[in-house]
């Protein structure tokens, strides 16, 4: 069974930092691509940002220049460094692998649990 463990989340004043882990446990098959979604209340689930297998990330346009998604695979980890934080980006984020699953002959999401960042003086 796969599980993603977030962390790093927590209260920061504007203009600060938050560095976002997301540890993998479990087998899997083959990643496809991983990234970073986040949920501001009463409002849609949205990327942040991916990486794929090639190491070619994306960036939703907001957080481009101010965020940098990574991974350690020897760790089975991925990173989310956030600089110059701004009110806006006051949301659960989660993190989330697409992985081929063979037996079904297609693929499957799994999600983390969250983790809040706030950004408030």
């Known amino acids: 069974q796969v599980q993603l463990v977030e962390s790093g989340g927590g209260l920061v004043q504007p203009g600060g930092s938050l560095r976002l882990s997301c540890v993998g446990f479990?087998?899997?098959?083959?990643?496809?691509?991983m990234g970073w979604y986040r949920q501001a209340p009463g409002r849609q689930r949205e990327l942040v940002a991916s990486?794929?297998?090639?190491?070619?990330?994306n960036y939703a346009d907001s957080v481009k220049g101010r965020f940098t998604i990574s991974r350690d695979n020897a760790k089975n980890t991925m990173y989310l460094q956030m600089n110059s934080l701004k009110p806006e980006d006051t949301a659960v984020y989660y993190c989330?692998?697409?992985?081929?699953?063979?037996?079904?002959?297609?693929?499957?999401?799994?999600w983390g649990q969250g983790t809040q960042v706030t950004v408030s003086s």
């Open positions: 989330k692998v697409r992985a081929a699953v063979p037996s079904i002959k297609g693929e499957l999401d799994y």
């Open positions: 479990g087998s899997i098959f083959r990643v496809l691509d």
């Open positions: 990486i794929i297998n090639a190491g070619t990330t």
